[in-house]
């Protein structure tokens, strides 16, 4: 189908984006749009001297691919115009014009289908923007689409004034990178190939506008700012700070572990009650995920047999085992729902923490465990409750979950806010600091520092840091001592609003850049989606 410009009309139609490109005809041939244009600016630059060119010295025809119209590709067929360059001065003699925000040289796709392709790859990358692409639709291929990735240019900046700096594993365990990050703006200004301080200290030396530095508290990057820049403030992070005193804590609870453990097999029985689970709800067993699914297996194997299909193909079809298929073809579906069934979990599974921690205890007369967890919604046989206490004498039982919490769950409960807290954890934390005095201490320190933290009372670390050292337990005398060593940008960081907060959200960032990419990118390829592409 075509359409030329036989009507007055026609003729003053020009392409959308661009100025003074005039269409000429529009012709259909099967699902492409062709599209004749042509400019209508009668003079051309001089890329090389700059002077006008108007003498024309011939034209020829360009192919260019064009955003897609209405589920089709367009093409646009674009006539170009040669001029002679009347520059005597000039060593170019002939000039190819160029479209303004439309043609590049050598570029078989516009402007526009350049910026599309390129939104592709930041996006998803090559090998999956290729079959985005293909929807759009646009040609190009995974190859074409890192090229034009390649092609963007860094994102300027004017100059830092805040920097965050942190680093990222390339392959975690063995080799690093460092990301920059303008804290004001938040985006990533630049990535560097490793993290030694060599290469961050040169990296500061060509931007001296850098008055302040947010970091961990790694050593390499101290070093690179206290050599280049030492007049800069330096801000350690508020979340390492944290993060360092909840393994101290936990290393205190880990140590005091046997007093609690002491504690809990002193308890009585009616404390230990606690441990029992509840009842599951009682339409649990018969219409569970299982027995839907063994329902619908049969029906899906046995549907396909009555079909005529072998054993094999329904194995492909169904992605099942070869002996499962032939097991759901050849047994009742009776006999199938109550082999599900027997796999539930045993009744006294929820009793059996019960046990143990009452067999711990002195409780090792299997008919009073029976008749304890029988008042207690036991349904089981006696015979049942005797078999696993002859397993508990034994010691061939597994061991099951203690009442004990674990020093990980002790250290969470400590570093996070009283408020939010549930009752029952709240009675657990009473229950754990009532029974250990060195943990109370180490409850009341964390508790402090992290209110020092959250309101950022900076000028209170050094009387926290003598109170850790002088009553504190041994994790938390190092925690304080460790302060020490970075003591100046610990204070500046529990000081001043700034932290490195963006930066590990940007590190982040390219962990998923990086397994979208299954880490074949190279750097200057990861570089570029790290910078190019929007946040």
Not at 75 to 101: M, P, S, W, Y
Not at 220 to 240: G, I, K, L
Not at 263 to 284: G, H, V
Not at 454 to 465: F, K
Request: charged share 30%; glycine share 6%.
């Amino acid at each position: 189908m075509l359409f030329v410009g036989d009507e007055p009309w026609f003729w003053d139609l020009e392409w959308p984006d661009v100025e003074g490109l005039a269409v000429d005809a529009v012709e259909i041939v099967d699902e492409v749009v062709c599209v004749d244009v042509r400019s209508r600016k009668l003079l051309t630059l001089c890329p090389d001297c700059g002077a006008d060119a108007s003498r024309p010295h011939s034209t020829y025809r360009r192919r260019l691919a064009d955003r897609p119209i209405g589920g089709r590709r367009v093409v646009l067929r674009l006539r170009v115009r040669r001029f002679f360059c009347d520059n005597g001065a000039c060593k170019r003699r002939t000039i190819a014009e160029q479209i303004e925000h439309l043609t590049a040289p050598y570029r078989r796709r516009t402007q526009a289908v350049s910026r599309l392709v390129q939104a592709i790859g930041l996006a998803v990358g090559g090998r999956a923007g290729a079959k985005l692409a293909a929807y759009l639709p646009v040609r190009a291929s995974r190859s074409q689409i890192l090229r034009e990735v390649r092609s963007l240019p860094d994102p300027s900046f004017d100059g830092v004034r805040v920097l965050g700096i942190d680093e990222f594993a390339f392959r975690k365990g063995h080799t690093y990178g460092t990301v920059l990050i303008d804290m004001e703006t938040r985006r990533p200004i630049d990535l560097l190939p490793d993290r030694a301080a060599d290469t961050v200290a040169a990296w500061l030396a060509k931007h001296p506008e850098v008055e302040v530095v947010c970091r961990d508290r790694s050593s390499a990057f101290s070093q690179a700012v206290n050599r280049v820049a030492p007049d800069t403030v330096q801000v350690a992070d508020r979340w390492h700070l944290l993060h360092s005193l909840t393994r101290a804590v936990e290393r205190t609870a880990h140590a005091h572990r046997p007093c609690l453990r002491k504690d809990f097999d002193a308890a009585s029985p009616e404390r230990l009650l606690a441990l029992i689970e509840p009842a599951p709800p009682p339409d649990d067993p018969p219409d569970s995920q299982i027995i839907a699914r063994v329902r619908q297996w049969h029906k899906d194997v046995n549907d396909r047999r009555d079909r005529g299909e072998n054993l094999s193909a329904i194995s492909r079809a169904l992605r099942l085992d070869r002996k499962t298929v032939r097991r759901y073809a050849t047994c009742d579906l009776d006999d199938l729902v109550a082999s599900a069934r027997d796999r539930r979990p045993e009744i006294i599974a929820r009793f059996k923490p019960y046990i143990q921690q009452r067999f711990r205890t002195g409780g090792t007369n299997a008919a009073q465990l029976y008749r304890e967890i029988r008042e207690q919604g036991y349904r089981g046989s006696r015979i049942t409750v005797r078999t696993y206490v002859a397993t508990l004498r034994a010691g061939t039982a597994v061991d099951e979950p203690r009442a004990v919490p674990s020093p990980r769950r002790i250290a969470a409960w400590i570093m996070r806010r009283p408020e939010v807290l549930s009752s029952g954890e709240r009675a657990e934390l009473d229950r754990v600091l009532d029974t250990c005095p060195d943990l109370a201490a180490t409850a009341d320190l964390a508790r402090a520092f992290t209110g020092i933290v959250r309101e950022r009372r900076g000028c209170e670390l050094a009387a926290w840091t003598t109170r850790a050292l002088a009553d504190g337990p041994k994790p938390l005398q190092g925690f304080a001592a460790f302060l020490h060593n970075d003591w100046d940008a610990v204070v500046n960081g529990l000081t001043l609003q700034w932290s490195s907060g963006a930066v590990e959200g940007q590190v982040t960032r390219i962990k998923l850049i990086k397994r979208r990419s299954y880490g074949r990118a190279s750097f200057a390829l990861l570089r570029t989606f790290v910078l190019a592409q929007p946040p």
